[in-house]
């Protein structure tokens, strides 16, 4: 029977809760018990992939094809449990339910209310589709006392008294310290936990965000405002790296005091494999410069995934990636020289729209006929087309539909060529858009079915465009190699050059499946091309 483990926040946002949570549940994996984590987010979006990148950082996919907040990206890195679309939800899909019920008929005219109808709607998401799992770790995003998370907050305040076994609430807080006058404040802490209380939870034990450690008098004044053993105040120091925060909290205790809250036995886990990871990101044997260019650069949380991707080959190949972020609106102005000239290898990520289209297609250009290893994802592999049929193919006004009408439209909407493929459309926009996992045949003997080491793999999609097969021939006789199509055979999927090192496009976004013990091969492939070109 699952044990339900509920994490909340307070003082302050962006503390880290999903890093928390998927540490625990990393934690909790190593001890030998089987996890699934969930996300509840306060806003009212419906949808979280029409949040703006600048608002919200990345829109991460999932298998099935949910567009999802980034936290499940660090639940599945951390645990490599693939997540579905029953694992995440926001207030407004919570309220779009109740109310399309409530249009159906299924209240029999009673008026809806936040207690029962809303609150209810949220138990059932929270406990439904469980299965064999030993543990559910329950993020509710937002900050204790927001209006958003009211009902939230609410409704597992009721599963307290509800679940069969009694759920734990975790709550993640804030300890600042204020400089002139030498101290840790732990006042806002109180506050954050007597609002809690005051909406019916305990706090059953306190992460304390701080930027160094607390002292033991320090514990002891938390526990003691805070209805709890001193045991129970456990430090989340800053760490230099995401990967070291298990090690840490494990040995500030969390998964002891997690498990013996459930009356479960504790034995010493098994994190062999985090300290080698560790180990190595620590102590690379060498170096090599990699440059992003991309459209939300300002935002760094929009790359979340494709950051750790990065990290996770560079560790692979007991390399440090120094990564140098491109805004590719830049390139336009000043041109890719200035921008890439010192880059190993070239990483030219998704986006949607015109904004910063011609940096992103300098920047393949300048990868191109230097030679430098590139990697384009979805828009920038795209790009890359664009590129080679402007520049290599000659092709008069090439370019694409996405970003404007041209006499060459080498992308173009999927559906315009590929609509007899039933399958194609499963999504919002113009019901165009392609999300989540497809199966992809690769050529065999090709870079990136050597990348891959098999000729059949899955990748997540989130795109609308891709290469026509009208102007497939033309790439060919360019030296083009199409190296991979989707399972049908209707869809380019991959790209490389011949007479290049190391030059792939997918369509597909690789970094959403790429984990810290199971890293991506095109990331893992990419790095030692470049590194191999340096050392040349």
């Known amino acids: 029977?699952?044990?339900?483990?509920?994490?909340?926040?307070?003082?302050?946002?962006?503390?880290?809760?999903?890093?928390?949570?998927a540490s625990l549940g990393a934690l909790l994996q190593a001890h030998g018990y089987k996890v699934r984590s969930r996300k509840l987010d306060p806003y009212l979006n419906v949808d979280p992939g029409l949040l703006s990148p600048y608002q919200h950082g990345e829109v991460y996919v999932t298998d099935d094809g949910a567009e999802t907040d980034l936290d499940l990206g660090h639940y599945e890195r951390f645990t490599g449990v693939s997540l579905r679309r029953t694992d995440s939800t926001t207030s407004g899909r919570i309220y779009a339910?109740?109310?399309?019920?409530?249009?159906?008929?299924?209240?029999?005219?009673?008026?809806?209310?936040?207690i029962p109808h809303i609150t209810n709607a949220v138990k059932d998401f929270i406990t439904s589709n469980i299965t064999d799992e030993d543990f559910v770790i329950c993020e509710i995003g937002g900050t204790v006392g927001d209006i958003e998370s009211q009902s939230f907050i609410e409704a597992i305040r009721q599963l307290d008294n509800e679940l069969p076994i009694k759920p734990m609430f975790i709550h993640l807080t804030l300890l600042p310290f204020i400089a002139s006058a030498g101290e840790l404040k732990t006042k806002?802490?109180?506050?954050?936990?007597?609002?809690?209380?005051?909406?019916?939870?305990?706090?059953?034990?306190?992460l304390c965000r701080t930027e160094q450690g607390i002292n033991e008098e320090e514990k002891k004044k938390i526990a003691l405002f805070c209805n709890l053993n001193v045991?129970?105040?456990?430090?989340?120091?800053?760490?230099?790296?995401?990967?070291?925060?298990?090690?840490?909290?494990?040995?500030?205790?969390?998964?002891?005091?997690?498990?013996?809250?459930?009356?479960?036995?504790?034995?010493?886990?098994?994190?062999?494999?985090?300290?080698?990871?560790?180990?190595?990101?620590h102590n690379p044997k060498d170096t090599v410069k990699v440059a992003v260019v991309g459209k939300y650069v300002s935002m760094l949380e929009t790359y979340k995934s494709?950051?750790?991707?990065?990290?996770?080959?560079?560790?692979?190949?007991?390399?440090?990636?120094?990564?140098?972020w491109v805004d590719a609106e830049e390139i336009e102005t000043s041109g890719a020289e200035k921008f890439l000239h010192?880059?190993?290898?070239?990483?030219?990520?998704?986006?949607?729209?015109?904004?910063?289209?011609?940096?992103?297609?300098?920047?393949?250009?300048?990868?191109?006929?230097?030679?430098?290893?590139?990697?384009?994802?979805?828009?920038?592999?795209?790009?890359?087309?664009?590129?080679?049929?402007?520049n290599v193919l000659k092709l008069d006004d090439a370019g694409s539909l996405e970003v404007s009408a041209c006499k060459n439209p080498v992308v173009s909407l999927l559906k315009d060529w590929a609509s007899a493929d039933t399958n194609l459309c499963n999504g919002i926009k113009d019901d165009t858009i392609r999300l989540g996992a497809r199966d992809i045949d690769l050529k065999e003997g090709t870079k990136i079915a050597k990348a891959y080491g098999e000729n059949t793999v899955s990748e997540r999609h989130r795109n609308r465009y891709g290469i026509n097969p009208?102007?497939?021939?033309?790439?060919?006789?360019?030296?083009?190699?199409?190296?991979?199509?989707?399972?049908?055979?209707?869809?380019?999927?991959?790209?490389?050059?011949?007479?290049?090192?190391?030059?792939?496009?997918?369509?597909?976004?690789?970094?959403?499946?790429?984990r810290v013990f199971a890293p991506h091969p095109l990331f893992v492939s990419l790095l030692n091309a470049a590194e191999e070109q340096k050392n040349k």
Do not use: C
Request: aromatic fraction near 10%; charge should be negative; charged fraction near 25%.
């Open 470 to 514: 009208a102007y497939e021939q033309d790439f060919t006789k360019a030296g083009v190699l199409f190296s991979g199509y989707s399972k049908d055979g209707h869809i380019i999927e991959a790209l490389e050059l011949k007479d290049h090192p190391w030059f792939i496009g997918v369509l597909y976004q690789p970094e959403f499946k790429s």
């Open 188 to 206: 806002p802490t109180q506050h954050s936990v007597k609002d809690l209380l005051m909406m019916g939870i305990q706090a059953n034990l306190l």
């Open 1 to 21: 029977m699952a044990r339900f483990i509920f994490i909340t926040g307070g003082v302050a946002s962006s503390l880290g809760k999903g890093l928390s949570s």
């Open 97 to 114: 339910e109740v109310i399309a019920k409530e249009k159906h008929g299924d209240y029999n005219g009673g008026t809806i209310q936040i």
């Open 342 to 390: 010192d880059a190993e290898a070239i990483i030219i990520p998704g986006g949607f729209g015109e904004r910063g289209t011609e940096g992103k297609i300098a920047a393949a250009t300048y990868a191109r006929e230097n030679k430098i290893p590139m990697l384009g994802i979805s828009f920038g592999m795209q790009m890359a087309a664009v590129d080679i049929a402007r």
């Open 231 to 281: 045991e129970d105040v456990i430090p989340n120091v800053d760490a230099s790296s995401l990967y070291e925060l298990p090690l840490q909290l494990h040995k500030d205790g969390l998964d002891k005091r997690v498990l013996k809250y459930f009356g479960l036995p504790y034995e010493e886990p098994d994190l062999l494999k985090w300290q080698e990871a560790v180990r190595k990101y």
């Open 306 to 324: 494709l950051h750790e991707a990065i990290v996770h080959g560079a560790i692979a190949n007991e390399l440090k990636a120094d990564i140098n």
